[in-house]
């Protein structure tokens, strides 16, 4: 998402290094990157043209901030005028007092609405918003059924009168059972065509002007770049739109879309679809947005995807087992399925800040083809050996076994052995409130971890410390010892 973009905007900022100020002349050719990559985005061409014209208005004259570069300056005009296109800040649901709140689904077949309106209802459930799915398409194959499925998997109740009846009748039903059950919200999935048709808005308008809803949100494929923002026009002309929800946008999306349809309509993206999972959709945060365009990461967006898989009492448990050196790798397992939870490696690299565009996507491949390998030799061990992992170090057998069982090469097996036991040797001597030097392995955010996802063989055996590690015996078989050294100013070192 956003990749070309992003590395688009990325030339705009070179145009103005060496430079003291932002002026007409200097600011021209960065202006002119940045409309380039708009426009390659699929942004819609009067946004792109109101854009543009906006930032070389806020950048033009602006004196250099001390310590701050005219390139940095410029980033910032950028990211402001992102913020204010896409909407400056997230517009929640509505909620009533007045129970049920009515949701309104629109939208084209193909846009992914039906499995949006799921993925909403499941959303709401875990603010702890209790909903009712009504299901309202009676015209395409198999609709009905697979919000009805989709509604078990997620444990959300559908309302349904089968394909014969009439799609505003089902509705105006849905909604009077919601209010006499006390629902909180109810969610109205509607019939989309394959293209905008009077017959589809009618239904649509009889249906609003029966059931009154209190959110009308138009579900826009994020792939469809400019063609969305007209789509959004008429849905808001002939309808009239509180809001959008895009989907597909973890796919091979340009962008546009997002940048268009709070533009065009003036009515705000509410939520975005990240992934294909019921569990995967977010609520829209213009500022965030901004962030991860211009390769700035999403730290708040990581924290609340931790906060949702994360259970605080068994974070608080692995925390004295890391400090005591218990850590095992059942834990460890623990911690890799927690991960895969949160989403693609990818995904979470991306909303790291200085890590989107640093890292290839072959080695992103190889980061997830090395998780997979980690998991299935650990699936492979006794739980007794996940336990003690003493017992692998000290048994070719075992790590044979394990690794035939894996269908990996017994050196895997071994390197992971290794790898995991000089991990617990440092989360111990951490735990003690040493802190040894840890050059050599900056890997994927705990320490060691870049030898077990790829680099590095086994040094001195399955339990001796690496070199530079307390315990560490030299070649000679003689530890070396350090002269004290005095250095001005610093006393005795």
């Given at each position: ?81 992102l913020v204010d296109v896409m909407g400056e800040t997230n517009v929640p649901l ?187 959709l977010q609520p829209f945060y213009p500022d965030r947005m901004a962030s991860r ?201």
């Amino acid at each position: 998402m956003f990749e070309a973009l992003a590395d688009r905007l990325e030339g705009a900022w070179k145009k103005l290094r060496g430079q003291d100020k932002i002026s007409e002349s200097n600011v021209q050719e960065a202006l002119r990157e940045v409309r380039r990559a708009l426009l390659e985005a699929d942004v819609n061409l009067q946004v792109v043209k109101d854009f543009v014209a906006e930032v070389q208005e806020k950048a033009l004259g602006l004196e250099v901030v001390a310590g701050v570069n005219p390139g940095q300056q410029f980033i910032k005009v950028v990211y402001d005028e992102l913020v204010d296109v896409m909407g400056e800040t997230n517009v929640p649901l509505a909620q009533v007092e007045n129970r049920p709140t009515i949701v309104l689904m629109a939208g084209l077949q193909g846009t992914g609405k039906t499995t949006a309106t799921a993925k909403l209802a499941l959303h709401l459930r875990k603010i702890e918003r209790s909903t009712l799915l009504v299901a309202t398409d009676v015209y395409r194959p198999a609709a009905i059924d697979q919000l009805i499925t989709l509604g078990k998997q997620i444990g959300v109740p559908v309302f349904e009168m089968g394909s014969k009846a009439d799609p505003v009748e089902i509705a105006r039903q849905g909604v009077a059972k919601a209010r006499e059950e006390g629902i909180d919200t109810v969610i109205i999935d509607t019939a989309g065509r394959l293209q905008i048709d009077e017959s589809m808005m009618a239904e649509l308008a009889r249906i609003k002007d029966t059931v009154k809803p209190d959110e009308v949100l138009l579900v826009v494929d994020a792939m469809t770049g400019q063609e969305a923002a007209n789509l959004t026009r008429t849905f808001h002309e002939q309808i009239g739109i509180t809001g959008a929800i895009l989907t597909k946008m973890d796919g091979d999306t340009r962008g546009g879309a997002a940048l268009s349809v709070r533009r065009i309509s003036g009515q705000p993206i509410k939520f975005i679809g990240v992934g294909e999972k019921v569990e995967a959709l977010q609520p829209f945060y213009p500022d965030r947005m901004a962030s991860r365009i211009l390769g700035m990461g999403d730290v708040l967006t990581l924290v609340e995807k931790a906060q949702e898989e994360v259970d605080i009492a068994e974070a608080e448990k692995l925390t004295e087992k890391i400090l005591t050196a218990k850590f095992d790798f059942t834990d460890f397992l623990k911690q890799l399925r927690l991960m895969k939870n949160m989403g693609s490696l990818a995904g979470i690299m991306k909303l790291i800040p200085g890590m989107g565009n640093k890292i290839s996507d072959e080695q992103l491949q190889q980061g997830e083809v090395q998780l997979k390998r980690t998991e299935a030799m650990i699936n492979s061990m006794t739980m007794e050996e996940r336990k003690n992992p003493d017992l692998l170090a000290s048994s070719p057998s075992r790590r044979k076994r394990i690794a035939k069982g894996a269908g990996y090469d017994l050196n895997d097996v071994s390197k992971l052995v290794a790898d995991f036991q000089k991990m617990r040797t440092l989360m111990q001597q951490m735990g003690q409130g040493q802190f040894p030097g840890m050059g050599g392995m900056p890997g994927m955010g705990m320490p060691g971890m870049a030898d077990m996802f790829g680099g590095g063989a086994p040094r001195g055996g399955y339990n001796a410390p690496p070199p530079g590690w307390r315990g560490y015996q030299s070649p000679s078989g003689k530890s070396k010892k350090k002269k004290d050294k005095k250095k001005k100013g610093f006393g005795s070192l």
